[in-house]
């Protein structure tokens, strides 16, 4: 009898360990074939042809991230794990800086530095000076250099679809979620697995998030605008407004997905995986996402606007010793005076003085592939990658 009860303990833990493989080797199948299963779909199958190998793989879109989930069982145990992921990571042919072919020369000024591959216009790179600030380096660009194309890449489809309108649509219109209608979110704490169904607060009025903790499956959206105070505690947690403003000192880790403006006061600390996406669909040239002077960004910076060249708007601008670890993109006219380490696609750049505007010059701007860690998975937002790694554990 003891012998008995003894080989039935032993072949549990062994069908546990099977299990908990299994769901190891879907994450890596999930990871090797992004396209093994569509955003929102699901697939069951067996790995080795077995009875006791099946899994299921889902995916589903978190903000701009895919969140896979890899689950498999025997008899009552079940093994499920869940991560973010993303198909932008670091190598050697990794382009730090993309300016399109306008045929119009850059300029860098002062302190500048431009290291790693660069796609630039064929007019080249030029020492310059503004206000007196001549060039400071011996060499214009550390890296090889190529000559961009005339288009400026876009988006792909799936990420251009992430609105504020299409977050109402699917969340408050189609109303398949709990929903809370708030004003402000003071004096909480909530923590929602991704197991479980999504969380959505909802207003629409202005929405002030502070003294609270917020964490996981939750979304905030509000039909005017959300305000984070320094005091709240946000992780993995999306935001959904036409304006969004991130107050002084804020530390944490978030989406922001606003139409008109985001701000970043001074002094924030966005935590890997952050992102900043301005979508903004209007030709106003009213669209605006301002990263203050010494916050610092893990993560990516989008925005997605109508170009019009010749209103010389900017319609995002990176402050002196504000600093961006990641992949940074703009459609729009592009003003950095900060620190870029990854990677950088403008569509146009835009210096302001107090003496005036100049196009393609750059002023103690730093666009540095090297600070880049090996860790750091983002998202490929132009193209479909042929693999993906994991940005985050999730529960």
């Known amino acids: 009898m003891a012998s008995y009860l003894n080989s039935n303990f032993v072949s549990g833990i062994q069908n546990k360990e099977k299990v908990i493989d299994n769901v190891q080797s879907g994450l890596l199948l999930a990871l090797s074939k992004p396209d093994i299963t569509e955003n929102e779909g699901e697939i069951t199958l067996s790995l080795f042809g077995g009875l006791f190998d099946t899994i299921r793989i889902s995916k589903k879109r978190w903000g701009i991230f895919d969140l896979v989930i890899v689950s498999s069982g025997f008899q009552n145990f079940l093994f499920k794990k869940m991560a973010f992921v993303g198909g932008f990571y670091k190598t050697e042919n990794m382009t730090a800086f993309y300016l399109p072919d306008q045929k119009r020369a850059l300029a860098v000024c002062g302190n500048t530095l431009i290291h790693g591959k660069c796609m630039l216009p064929s007019a080249g790179v030029k020492s310059g000076q503004i206000e007196g600030r001549f060039y400071e380096r011996n060499n214009t660009v550390y890296g090889n250099v190529f000559i961009s194309e005339s288009e400026f890449p876009s988006l792909r489809t799936e990420i251009k679809g992430i609105s504020v309108n299409a977050i109402i ?177 403008a569509k146009g750049i835009l210096l302001k ?43």
Not at 175 to 184: E, F, G, Q, R
Not at 368 to 386: F, K, T
Request: charged share 20%.
């Open 353 to 395: 003085t107090s003496s005036g505007l100049y196009e393609n010059y750059l002023l103690d701007a730093v666009i540095d592939e090297r600070l880049l860690q090996d860790y750091y998975a983002g998202i490929d937002l132009i193209e479909i990658s042929a693999s993906q790694k994991i940005m985050k554990w999730v529960y």
């Open 169 to 345: 649509k699917k969340y408050i219109f189609d109303n398949y979620h709990s929903t809370y209608i708030i004003s402000d979110i003071t004096e909480s704490v909530k923590k929602n697995s991704f197991q479980e169904e999504t969380l959505i607060y909802y207003d629409e009025g202005p929405t002030l998030i502070r003294n609270t903790v917020l964490e996981g499956n939750i979304i905030i959206i509000s039909e005017t605008k959300i305000t984070v105070d320094s005091s709240a505690v946000l992780t993995d947690v999306i935001l959904c407004a036409p304006v969004i403003r991130i107050k002084k000192n804020y530390k944490g880790s978030l989406q922001c997905i606003a139409s008109d403006s985001i701000t970043l006061d001074g002094e924030c600390y966005l935590k890997y995986p952050s992102v900043l996406f301005l979508n903004h669909s209007s030709k106003d040239g009213q669209e605006y996402l301002q990263i203050e002077e010494k916050s610092r960004i893990i993560g990516l910076v989008i925005v997605n606007t109508c170009f019009d060249p010749d209103k010389k708007h900017i319609s995002c601008h990176i402050s002196e010793g504000a600093s961006i670890t990641g992949q940074v993109y703009c459609n729009g006219f592009f003003s950095i005076k900060g620190n870029i380490y990854g990677s950088l696609y």
